[in-house]
Nanobody, 117 residues
Framework: QVQLVESGGGLVQAGGSLRLSCATS????????MGWYRQAPGKQRELVAR???????NYVDSVKGRFTISRDNVKNTVYLQMNSLKPEDTAVYYC???????????WGQGTQVTVSS
């Protein structure tokens, strides 16, 4: 059974930083892609950052230059480093993972990020 456990959300002032973590219950190299999505109140869930197995990353335009997705293959954890946070970054952030070998596509439980102005 695959589990994704997120941590690191919280309340921060505009301009501040947070780092989100998503720990997997399986070896992270078994996942073809891992990413972070977010959903603000009244809005659709949107992709924030994604990393595929070869290490290629992509970001939504609004976070480019501020957010960085990375992974630790030993800790089986994917991170989202968020710098220069803005109030419009406020949302619930979800970890997402896909694995062909594990026949898995799923989500973490979500972690709240609130950026005050």
């Amino acid at each position: 059974q695959v589990q994704l456990v997120e941590s690191g959300g919280g309340l921060v002032q505009a301009g501040g930083s947070l780092r989100l973590s998503c720990a997997t219950s399986k070896r992270i190299l078994l996942f073809n892609a891992m990413g972070w999505y977010r959903q603000a109140p009244g809005k659709q869930r949107e992709l924030v950052a994604r990393m595929i197995s070869g290490g290629t990353t992509n970001y939504v335009d609004s976070v480019k230059g501020r957010f960085t997705i990375s992974r630790d293959n030993v800790k089986n954890t994917v991170y989202l480093q968020m710098n220069s946070l803005k109030p419009e970054d406020t949302a619930v952030y979800y970890c997402h993972a896909e694995s062909i070998v594990l026949s898995y596509v799923g989500w973490g439980q979500g972690t709240q990020v609130t950026v005050s102005s």
